[in-house]
């Protein structure tokens, strides 16, 4: 039904940048909002940034002011830009999407998709 592919976590020093990608894919499908969340070792999956279809985006206070949410609504694909990384961002990221599918039988229902997660490591 609906897939979603991240790409862009690694390795960088405190300080360094970079960018999450996130693309949805599949058939019969609209997607409403968008965002990713992370999960640091021994801790609980939190909300990063989340966009609407329409573009208004929502931050963890934590990342306010260096990671930056934006949206591509004509491929499904979100891109996060994380700026000043601080080894406090170390975390494996998971894209998010809330769907609208279509089904067979012509009705539609609400999906949530959890992308497989990509690794980010910022060390001091």
């Known amino acids: 039904q609906v897939q979603l592919v991240e790409s862009g976590g690694g390795l960088v020093q405190a300080g360094g940048s970079l960018r999450l990608s996130c693309a949805a894919s599949g058939s019969g499908f609209s997607v409403n909002s968008m965002g990713w969340y992370r999960q640091a070792p021994g801790k609980q999956r939190e909300l990063v940034a989340a966009i609407s279809s329409g573009g208004s985006t929502n931050y963890a206070d934590s990342v306010k002011g260096h990671f930056t949410l934006s949206r591509d609504n004509a491929t499904n694909t979100v891109y996060l830009q994380m700026n000043s990384l601080k080894p406090e961002d170390t975390a494996v990221y998971y894209c998010?999407?809330?769907?609208?599918?279509?089904?067979?039988?012509?009705?539609?229902?609400?999906?949530?998709?959890w992308g497989q997660g990509t690794l980010v490591t910022v060390s001091s």
């Open positions: 998010n999407a809330n769907t609208i599918v279509r089904l067979t039988t012509g009705r539609s229902r609400y999906l949530e998709v």
